[in-house]
């Protein structure tokens, strides 16, 4: 068991009891159970010896679809996508039609996702209402009705006094404001990453400066307002480096990078390949490894999906006219464990990011495995090898550009409070 | 080869094989009778989702010298604005079981697309700012024609680099022979980094100095407003080819330019209408090029049965 939120690890026996966590004991050698059971119908025994348990997976950049979007994912699909890929919580984007940017929208995330979801779904409010970046939504409604933090993602606050605004704003209303930074003027009709191979493809580029005039205009609010930023899916060795600054100068910013930007390169859309045109785009090897380094130095504080549904009509166009996004719950987790294969990250330093860090940037009082808690926490069989299928995704979403890939771990059973996920298959 | 999808797929042998047969075709073309009857009762179909007379003109006259039985779907006809998909839009003329599709798209890598989702053999007449392969042959044929060879020339394309397709096409197409390739133009239409084995100039001059051969793009109206430059009359200014300009090149260089120009932008009436330029030679051997290209291409066959 590694549990980065007790800063407890070792060989546990733990007991849940109808869906809360009655006790742990940490041995310092595998034996057999510590403790007893009177066989009993009600009693199920996993023996998980040689497999990890962790804290259930947190995603904190989601994008659910629903309501308005539910030929892409749904509540129900998407929440199972996400057991299946380990995470136990997704914070759904606002993006939905209509926009998370009322607490009616709020509440019918919330009341699908009791009545529907596999796993704990926290909704981000919109920043603007209808993501327009003019006016600012309702934060303190949407944060009673149940968001945790605030984010236009998919659109960026152009207007900086708008943004300004916000990031005041949202002091009052105790939840991070999540910026996707893209400074439309420079990225306008840009599909890929700008440099040779967009020229080389004849798409238009999307340079890196627009991502990183974006994050070096909201670190400067961020410090000049005192207010708290969290950088969402950051791309570039720049933004990067950005971010390191603003740290090292105390500036309150945390920052989230995604899968596919330290696994892939832009050179994964040649061809044309609709289902690496993501936002922002595959960058260059510079970036991957700066993102690489960024993660091991803890100047980027979380590993999140992006998960970015499509449906398939949506991919299967030419590259200008395909929607951006990746779906990426089912092989966010084990792509995140290369880097742990690779001696890059410590087990405990990936599940952190996983977990206990974006839970303190949302504040949404996770607390681990611990007794008396609520069951959430996954078994991991991180040496499996197994071949990624996008057939075989619970997503309703299988745009992505690591089918067939071999990876390395796999999620085999998840609890989550009174549910219990055997993942194994058949 | 089932498609021409772009000269990027294409070897120097292949790009060689299609020059010497398009040579065989202006034969033809020179005859009182210009029409062969290799290619009776197949099919084509000019596939055009941007608007175009003259490439739709050359593809329809090789189409018909080849004896092919001959469609033409334009924008102004088509499903899109009923929101019909690309797709579906192919699988439908797929049923009609036409031999070759010739495509031109506003989106870069369509043409691929299409290749990849019919039997029929796809040529590829521009998409988006990717490729206009055909272009590229019958500019190579037409240098050949004059110069009698492309190894060892000094080539300079002036102009709007990063949105043409014919720029991409004839740079890929230069680059497999022993050439000299320069992009000259404002910063603003230049790409930063492009291959090795290109030389960029913002000075025209510097980048027309001993050239073989100067290639000329058309410069879009629009460009102005997105203050790519700040205006026609400025770009003609610093960038416009005009006659002064032949004193900087070699005494037998060529000028060259797809079409339509813009005589008082990229290019200057007297320099157009110069015993150097060999545009008119260039629409001529579009025709042969295509014949070539066409009649060298093998469809995969097998009728679409439903």
């Known amino acids: 068991m590694i549990d980065p939120y007790n800063n407890k690890e070792g060989v546990a026996d733990i007991v849940i009891n109808n869906g809360v966590i009655s006790q742990v004991i940490i041995k310092n050698k595998i034996k057999s159970l510590t403790r007893k059971f009177n066989s009993s119908n009600n009693i199920v025994e996993i023996d998980a010896k040689g497999f990890h348990v962790f804290p259930g997976l947190i995603d904190m950049h989601t994008h659910l679809r629903e309501p308005g979007y539910e030929y892409k994912e749904t509540i129900s699909t998407g929440t199972l996508a996400a057991i299946k890929g380990g995470f136990t919580s997704v914070c759904c984007m606002a993006n939905t039609n209509p926009v998370n940017d009322n607490p009616e929208v709020t509440y019918y995330i919330l009341a699908k996702a009791k009545e529907e979801g596999s796993c704990d779904v926290y909704p981000i409010g919109a920043i603007t209402k209808g993501l327009k970046g003019e006016e600012l939504s309702e934060m303190v409604m949407l944060r009673e009705a149940g968001c945790v933090a605030f984010s236009d993602d998919g659109m960026p606050v152009m207007n900086p006094l708008i943004m300004r605004r916000a990031l005041e704003y949202s002091k009052a209303v105790g939840a991070p404001i999540i910026s996707h930074c893209e400074d439309l003027c420079l990225s306008e009709n840009g599909v890929m990453n700008e440099g040779k191979l967009s020229f080389y493809l004849g798409l238009k580029g999307i340079p890196k400066a627009s991502e990183e005039i974006m994050v070096s205009r909201d670190v400067i609010l961020s410090r000049h307002f005192k207010a708290t930023i969290h950088i969402a899916h950051v791309s570039t060795k720049g933004s990067v480096e950005i971010i390191k600054r603003a740290k090292e100068e105390g500036v309150s910013v945390t920052a989230e990078t995604c899968p596919h930007y330290f696994t892939l390169t832009e050179d994964a859309v040649s061809g044309y390949n609709t289902d690496a045109k993501v936002n922002p785009p595959l960058r260059t090897n510079e970036d991957k490894e700066a993102i690489i380094e960024a993660l091991k130095e803890g100047i980027i504080d979380v590993i999140a999906t992006d998960h970015a549904p499509h449906h398939i009509d949506e991919k299967k166009v030419p590259f200008n006219e395909a929607l951006n996004g990746i779906s990426g719950l089912e092989t966010a987790f084990a792509l995140s464990l290369r880097l742990v294969h690779e001696n890059i990250l410590t087990l405990k330093q990936l599940i952190e990011k996983l977990t206990v860090n974006p839970s303190k940037i949302l504040k949404i009082g996770k607390d681990g495995i611990r007794e008396g808690s609520e069951s959430d926490l996954i078994v991991v069989d991180i040496k499996k090898e197994w071949i990624v299928d996008k057939n075989k995704f619970v997503s309703l979403g299988k745009n992505t550009p690591f089918d067939g890939w071999k990876l390395k771990g796999k999620v085999i059973f998840a609890f989550k409070g009174k549910k219990f996920f055997d993942l194994r298959e058949e | ?306």
Not at chain 2, 38 to 53: D, M, V, W, Y
Not at chain 2, 151 to 166: A, N, W
Not at chain 2, 272 to 279: E, F, G, L
């Open chain 2, 1 to 306: 080869m089932k498609d021409l999808v772009g000269i990027k797929e294409l070897s120097r042998e292949s790009i060689e094989e299609i020059l010497n047969t398009a040579k065989a075709f202006k034969e033809v073309l020179g005859r009182d009778i210009k029409k062969v009857p290799t290619l009776r009762g197949k099919t084509a179909i000019n596939l055009f989702f941007e608007p175009s007379t003259r490439t739709r003109t050359s593809f329809e006259l090789a189409e018909k010298r080849l004896s092919l039985d001959v469609l033409n779907f334009s924008i102004s006809m088509s499903s899109v604005v009923k929101g019909e998909t690309l797709y579906d839009t192919l699988k439908t003329i797929e049923a009609y079981n036409v031999d070759y599709i010739v495509i031109r798209h506003s989106s870069s890598g369509a043409a691929k697309f299409v290749a990849e989702n019919t039997n029929a053999s796809v040529i590829n007449a521009g998409d988006g700012t990717n490729e206009h392969p055909t272009q590229a042959l019958l500019d190579a044929f037409s240098i050949l024609e004059v110069k009698g060879r492309l190894d060892g020339l000094k080539i300079s394309i002036v102009g709007d680099i990063i949105h043409s397709r014919v720029a991409r096409s004839n740079l890929y197409l230069l680059s497999n022979f022993d050439t000299e390739i320069r992009f000259v133009g404002p910063p603003t239409l230049l790409p930063e980094d492009a291959q090795a084995n290109v030389k960029i100039f913002y000075d025209l001059r510097e980048g027309l100095k001993d050239a073989d051969v100067v290639m000329l793009l058309r410069i879009q109206f629009e460009r102005q407003n997105a203050a790519f430059i700040p205006s026609l009359k400025e770009y003609f200014h610093v960038w416009g080819v005009k006659k002064e300009i032949f004193s900087y090149l070699k005494d037998d260089a060529i000028i060259m330019h797809p079409g339509p120009m813009n005589r008082g932008v990229e290019i200057s009436t007297e320099v157009a209408d110069s015993s150097r330029s060999i545009i008119l030679k260039q629409v001529t051997n579009g025709i042969a090029t295509r014949m070539a290209v066409i009649y060298l291409l093998k469809p995969k066959g097998g009728i679409v049965d439903l």
